[in-house]
């Protein structure tokens, strides 16, 4: 069993910048692939970003290319997700989730979950 537990939302300005974080307590962390979602409303929960177990091998979003960058610490047992450039369309609530494959992962097929951490871009 894993548990997710996200921090860093909250409300900023368009152009400016945060920092998630998704920690995870529980056994073999470093065994999963980790990714965040995010969920506007009215919308549908859509994939952000996915890392794989060791790190090597990220994956993101067309929307956030090139904007967003996830990361993690295994010493740590925690995931981040460095969101710069934000704007209004980056508003909603962020998920943490794990899975056993990249692939899975990036389908949204995630054994885990965070409860969702709330982030809002005014312009």
């Known amino acids: 069993q894993v548990q997710l537990v996200e921090s860093g939302g909250g409300l900023v300005q368009a152009g400016g910048s945060l920092r998630l974080s998704c920690a995870a307590s529980g056994r073999a962390f470093s065994n999963y692939c980790l990714g965040w979602f995010r969920q506007a409303p009215g919308r549908e929960r859509d994939f952000v970003a996915a890392i794989t177990s060791s790190g090597h091998n990220t994956d993101y979003a067309d929307s956030v290319k090139g904007r967003f960058t996830i990361s993690r610490d295994n010493a740590k047992s925690t995931v981040y997700l460095q969101m710069n450039s934000l704007n209004a369309e980056d508003t909603a609530v962020y998920y943490c989730?794990?899975?056993?494959?990249?692939?899975?992962?990036?389908?949204?097929?995630?054994?885990?979950w965070g409860q969702g951490t709330q982030v809002t871009v005014s312009s």
């Open positions: 989730a794990a899975a056993n494959t990249f692939g899975r992962l990036r389908a949204g097929d995630a054994i885990y």
